[in-house]
């Protein structure tokens, strides 16, 4: 098992969307339990869902990840291969909408749903000239509810979610989730610094559970010399391979 190449040595496509700390950083959030049957919804290059072998190798834990764009998916096809993890990969071309319709997934089939989704609207900022970036960006008017639908389907109830998305939408992200029985549960604030607003949230959320929350202490990424945190690196190793602030800490 190659895992000096992970995180920066995955495959991805030459002009199509980048990962960044928000796919490492849920790829960590959740612990699952043994033998979990996990779906990393649109996966990309793979990073989250391969993040969450790579962190429980002992769990005997498979994983299925689904996207809709082939281009991504052949990717992380070769990097589940790089990184000896193969044998306990699938990998599907399929948009969220699709996953309801078809036959390749059961309906709660599924203990845990991770979720890194779109999160730019159409007609704020600048519009990527390539078609695969622009649709891992900006997300469509109905995209956000077709990832909750896709994650209450394939969960099995009582199974867990796990979302990052942008804390200044975190109203937008708790009314959708709730409103598809996907009760957020945890919730996690992140701050690229001390003295900044919370840039992220990583959020657990349990299908038909109760409406009771925890909001937990934030995490701070980087110090006042743009220094990985302790805190930040004990909750996710994979970020001590970039130890220095050098770009936004959102990838979307």
Not at 36 to 62: F, H, I, P, W, Y
Not at 75 to 86: F, H, I, P
Not at 226 to 250: D, F, I, M
């Amino acid at each position: 098992m190659s895992l000096d190449l992970f995180p920066r040595g995955m495959l991805q496509p030459d002009h199509g969307f980048r990962f960044s700390v928000d796919s490492l950083l849920l790829s960590v959030f959740i612990t699952p339990k043994y033998r979990s049957m996990v779906q990393d919804l649109g996966c990309g290059c793979g990073v989250v869902g391969l993040g969450l072998l790579l962190a429980n190798t002992e769990k005997e834990v498979r994983l299925l990840g689904v996207d809709n764009d082939p281009e991504m998916v052949t990717c992380a096809m070769q990097n589940s291969k790089r990184l000896g993890l193969e044998h306990m990969t699938q990998f599907l071309h399929m948009s969220a909408a699709e996953i309801i319709t078809s036959r390749s997934i059961n309906p709660e089939s599924m203990d845990l749903v991770l979720i890194n989704p779109p999160y730019r609207r159409p007609g704020t900022g600048r519009i990527p000239e390539n078609k695969s970036k622009k649709a891992a960006t900006f997300v469509p008017d109905t995209g956000l509810e077709d990832f909750f639908k896709a994650a209450f389907f394939a969960l099995k109830n009582k199974g867990k979610a796990g979302i990052v998305y942008p804390a200044s939408r975190l109203n937008e992200l708790l009314s959708g989730l709730d409103f598809y029985q996907l009760r957020p549960k945890r919730i996690l604030p992140v701050q690229g610094r001390l003295e900044r607003p919370a840039s992220l949230v990583l959020v657990q959320a349990v299908k038909n559970a109760g409406r009771e929350m925890v909001l937990l202490p934030p995490l701070v990424l980087y110090d006042s010399q743009n220094q990985l945190t302790r805190e930040a690196g004990n909750l996710c190793p994979y970020l001590k391979s970039n130890p220095v602030r050098n770009h936004k800490p959102t990838g979307r």
